[in-house]
């Protein structure tokens, strides 16, 4: 007999092509009247769309935000927001932006509209990741939680391919996790299995045709999904290990996701072997971890952790962070297993089937 908890986000979605242009309406519809945007050095071209949008809505604009949510940054923007007097905050970009937005709507007790143009997922979770002194710490709290994301598939289309790839795969991981996850139940399991087929179509339309939007469309669509399991139930070993890889040797969060995730589906797979004939058929294939391994390097993504600037000196001390302390998972995360897993990513070894 089945028995879950599922909590339903209190959170408007706005999804398709050319959806930005509802910014003005959906920031009327918080209730709000001065909003300061937000954006990375690299992308004011964007907040500068949304400011038009906006008209005399935008209050402000901070261009500062840069990765793992630097304290000195929040602080930064929240003494912009406090100077313009905002009672909203608008992230358009990728998680960095996403996790500054939470950082400032949250210390400030404002509302927060975002506007993801990565895969990541960060808009549909109620976690902020912040560092401080070098370290990384995570709280959570419904006050972190944004309160609408507007999904435009039109802004997504000038991710390098670079960052496609890796990005699609930390998408793709959310949804793997959750089908394995103590919390998962029957909704999160259809929107995850629906995310793996939507990113994998997404990847190889894609491929075939760089400019395809219908293509950049099913992988928005499939990150929103994805994104939606990673709020609702708890993640695994493959999260654990990407948190300590990007955490404490500073690896870049995306594509350490697109090395780690075939590995450690296969680590997990003899614990976990319903959810996994799952996510092989979503796939089309007759084992999952070797389908995505084949979908990350048929796509030019990273598949070693080597080539993204892991030591192998650290394989040994990064094992021991992984299971410092316990968290859910399917099979048991012992160090010796994890330093074999970690050897075998190091190297870009394929994965197999289990014995
Ligand atoms: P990111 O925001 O740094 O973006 C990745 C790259 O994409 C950057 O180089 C950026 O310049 C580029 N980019 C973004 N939008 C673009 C566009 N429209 N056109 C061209 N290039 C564009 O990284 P990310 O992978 O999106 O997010 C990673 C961060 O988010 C990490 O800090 C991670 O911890 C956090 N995160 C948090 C959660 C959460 O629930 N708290 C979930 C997922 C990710």
Redesign the pocket.
Known sequence: MRSFIHQAPAQRIVFGVGALASVGDELDRLGATRAVVLS?P??EH?ADLVATLLERRAAGHFAGAV???PVEVTEQALEVARECHADAVISV???????LGKAVASRLGILHLVIP??Y???EL?P???ETSGGEKTTRSGPAILPNTVIYDVE??T???WS?TVP?AI?AMAHAVEALYSPDANGQTDAMALEAIRAIDRGLRDLRDDRESLGARSDLLYGAYLAGSC?GAVGMGLHHKLCHVL?GTFNLS??PTHAVVLPYAMAYNEPASLPAMSRIAEALDSDHGPSAVQILVRDSGGPTALRDIGFARADIGRAAELSVSRPYPNPRQVTTAGITQLLGEAFEGNRVRPTA
Request: no cysteine.
């Open positions: 990375t690299g992308h964007l990765p793992h949510t970009g990728g998680g960095s932006t996403t996790g143009t990565t990541a997922g960060s979770t976690v902020l990741g802004l997504t000038t991710l390098p960052v990005s930390n990673l990007g969060h995306a």
